[in-house]
């Protein structure tokens, strides 16, 4: 069965206090804006509209959480590096979209989306720099790799994966085109292999009180 098709919206949340309690593992999805994280999302649960696809870059202002049959939740966070918006919006969305990854209890991992043609920006270093210390994994997918000729998409997935090095061993990468559908079977793979390292409760449970 397909892990992320079927994928069910829960809520949608504009700032940190509006948090639901944790309940079942999170993989949060995470881009630059207008990196191809929404179509990404779409592709992956084999729904054309679950994400919110906007040809205007930063208009994902929420966090999204969507409901895997497995009982695991797939997190769509705000996109970083917004176009055009007031700098009081900017500074609201990073600080929602920090607060989410630092404190969440039940994150286990994180998809950082890159555009191909425009791999490691700045921002997606410094996200890297900063989420990577954490211990856990990140899977990076290379979207949009229709418009790479097979060359191309080759030598930009090698040097990728070795610069990714840098971050260590739990941060691996990708291609990725929700055009062609293709490498969808590789990301359930490995976030899959998250999902199974977990202790089975961790998956369908909250945290629970200690």
């Known amino acids: 069965?397909?892990?992320?098709?079927?994928?069910?919206?829960?809520?949608?949340?504009?700032?940190?206090?509006?948090?639901?309690?944790p309940n079942g593992a999170e993989i949060a999805f995470a881009g630059r804006s207008n990196a191809g994280k929404s179509s990404?999302?779409?592709?992956?649960?084999?729904?054309?509209?679950?994400?919110?696809?906007?040809?205007t870059p930063g208009r994902t202002q929420l966090i999204n959480f969507f409901r895997l049959r497995c009982g695991a939740v797939m997190v769509?966070?705000?996109?970083y590096g917004y176009a055009e918006v007031p700098e009081k919006i900017r500074r609201q969305w990073q600080g929602l979209?920090?607060?989410?990854?630092?404190?969440?209890?039940?994150?286990?991992?994180?998809?950082?989306?890159m555009d191909s043609r425009r791999p490691l920006?700045?921002?997606?270093r410094q996200m890297l720099d900063w989420f990577a210390p954490s211990?856990?994994?990140?899977?990076?997918?290379?979207?949009?790799?229709?418009?790479?000729?097979?060359s191309e998409a080759a030598k930009t997935l090698a040097a990728t994966r070795k610069a990714l090095a840098e971050w260590g061993e739990a941060v691996s990468v990708q291609m990725?085109?929700?055009?062609?559908?293709?490498?969808?079977?590789?990301?359930?793979?490995?976030?899959g292999q998250w999902l199974e390292a977990l202790p089975a409760m961790d998956a369908?449970?909250?945290?629970?009180?200690?």
């Open 204 to 210: 369908t449970e909250g945290e629970g009180e200690k």
């Open 176 to 191: 990725f085109s929700s055009l062609k559908k293709t490498g969808i079977d590789e990301v359930e793979q490995v976030v």
């Open 121 to 124: 920006t700045p921002l997606d």
């Open 76 to 79: 769509d966070l705000p996109g």
């Open 40 to 55: 990404a999302i779409n592709t992956l649960a084999a729904h054309t509209r679950l994400a919110f696809v906007s040809k």
């Open 97 to 113: 979209l920090e607060n989410y990854l630092r404190e969440r209890p039940n994150l286990i991992g994180l998809v950082l989306i």
């Open 1 to 21: 069965m397909s892990l992320f098709r079927h994928a069910a919206f829960e809520i949608s949340v504009a700032e940190p206090r509006g948090l639901p309690p």
């Open 135 to 150: 211990g856990r994994p990140v899977h990076v997918l290379l979207t949009k790799s229709d418009k790479l000729t097979r």
